[in-house]
C-alpha cells in the first residue's frame, strides 16, 4: 500500500497524516483524527450528514479526497463551539428541539453555519436566484437546506431552529 503525506488545516490546528491517496476527507476526519462529529450517512454525496465547511463553503466531505485540501481551511462541527460553550446555532437547535435521533444534525448546523454566511455575502440560492434574502420564510430555509436530509422528519422543528438563530 502507498502512502501521500497529507496536510490537513482543521479548525485552525495543522495536521500531517501518512493517508492512502483515496482517503475522504470524511474518512481522514472521522477516522485519523478521531473528529467523529461529522457523520457518515450515505457515503454517496446524497444525504448531507458528512457536512462540512472549506474554506466557508458547504461541501460533502464523503466526496472530496482528503489530499485535495491541503491548502484549504476545514471547519467541522468540533469548530464551532463545545458542549460547555454553544454557539448560537447550536443552541437554537436545543433549545427547539431540532432533531430526533441526532445523527443529521451537524450536518444540519454546518449547512446553516454556511447559509447565514452565504446571505451576508448576498450569496443567490442555487435554486431559485429570485428568492428574497432580507428575511428567510420557512419555504426559503427548507430550499437552502435541501441537501441535509432528516431520517427522522424533524424539518419544521430544524427550520424553526435555523430562524431562530437567523433573528
Ligand atoms: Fe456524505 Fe451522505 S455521507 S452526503
Redesign the pocket.
Known amino acids: 500500500e502507498r502512502f501521500l503525506m497529507t496536510k490537513l488545516t482543521v479548525n485552525g490546528q495543522s495536521h500531517t497524516l501518512a493517508l492512502d491517496p483515496r482517503t475522504t476527507l470524511?474518512d481522514a476526519l472521522r477516522d485519523h483524527l478521531d473528529l467523529t462529529g461529522t457523520?457518515?450517512?450515505?457515503?454517496?454525496?446524497?444525504?448531507?450528514?458528512?457536512t462540512v465547511l472549506v474554506n466557508g463553503t458547504r461541501v460533502?466531505?464523503?466526496?472530496c479526497l482528503a489530499a485535495m485540501h491541503d491548502e484549504d481551511e476545514i471547519t467541522t462541527i468540533e469548530g464551532l463551539g463545545s458542549p460547555d460553550s454553544l454557539n448560537a446555532l447550536q443552541a437554537a437547535f436545543v433549545e427547539k428541539d431540532g432533531y430526533q435521533c441526532g445523527y443529521c444534525t451537524p450536518g444540519q448546523i454546518m449547512s446553516a453555519t454556511a447559509l447565514f454566511d452565504e446571505l451576508k455575502a448576498g450569496h443567490p440560492s442555487y435554486v431559485s436566484p429570485d428568492l428574497d434574502h432580507a428575511e428567510m420564510t420557512d419555504a426559503e430555509i427548507a430550499e437552502r437546506m435541501s441537501g441535509n436530509l432528516c431520517r427522522c422528519s424533524a424539518y419544521p422543528l430544524i427550520r424553526e431552529a435555523i430562524a431562530m438563530a437567523a433573528e
Open positions: 470524511l457523520k457518515k450517512g450515505c457515503d454517496h454525496g446524497q444525504c448531507g450528514a458528512c460533502n466531505s464523503c466526496l
